[in-house]
């Protein structure tokens, strides 16, 4: 009889969430205090994010949907830790009594577009209809060719990939690391630029999430990865200040190299008008004043009113050229 501690795991039925899930258990089982003395239950949900795939996101609730009923299975003890995608995770989240855990880390975090015809997002004929989900995303595609339709395009990335090989869109837009996490990136037309899709806070990032005060944090310390908590924690900590939610049209980037420290931020209005572009640099040890000096300089540019204004869109989410 086994007599192994047993941590269980809550994450979304998804593809992508378990092979998250996966990557999570494949580290963990490299440190041997972990594996000599641990075992794991993965325990599946299905979040509202995942049953109303057809809705707009930012209609009911934002990527928090993809994560709440995993976060409530930890505060009522059915699960001891949940493992999500960053930047689902909202930077001021419901639930205070609950932590990031463990950062594992970073995977590359550039967006890519796939397309039918093997046509970039520069190449794609005026009038292709591109898919997306993501606010940010519309307003940068709009931002660099407004002859370009966008059509709201929901679902997991097997649906996603299977709507756009049927033809109801040209070309889609996703994450390049939730592609190589699916080892589906060999579909990959394009890997889009930085300079015109600087990503989302928290891209490409793994969380392992539990109660505060948990022993969590103590048994995956060796687990954790430094700097993916340090530039994840910038990049949260912008969209804290400015009061934005993970569903607003806003880019945030931090980089680290050795001792320095550099956070990139863009903010974009529906139409795919910059608000805000600029980027501000400090070292490893003041990266949470230079965030947070970031967060107050968009404040004030562009205006607390104006930015809470802009985790909605008021008209339709799909877009056609006039």
Known sequence: MSNLEKITIGVRESKLALAQSDIFLREANKIDEIKNNYSFEVKTFKTKGDIFNTHRLDQIGGKGLFIKEIEEQIIAGNVDIGIHSLKDLPAFGEFSDLEISCWLKRNDTHDALISNSGKGILELPAGSVIGTSSIR????????????????????????LKKLKDGQYDAIILSLAGMQRLNVDDLIT???????????ACQGAIGIQSKKNSMNKKIFSKLNHSETQIVCSAEREVLKVIKANCNSPVSVQAVLKKDE??????????HGKILFKDDKFGTTKNYLDVSQSLGKLIIETVGQNKINKLDKIENDFDYSPE
């Open 137 to 160: 995303r519309r307003a940068q595609v709009l931002n660099l060719r407004t002859d370009l339709k966008i059509k709201l395009l929901r679902g997991n990335v097997d649906t996603r």
């Open 190 to 200: 394009e890997v889009l630029p930085f300079e015109n899709f600087l990503p989302a």
């Open 261 to 270: 420290f550099k956070i990139s931020c863009e903010l974009f209005d529906h």
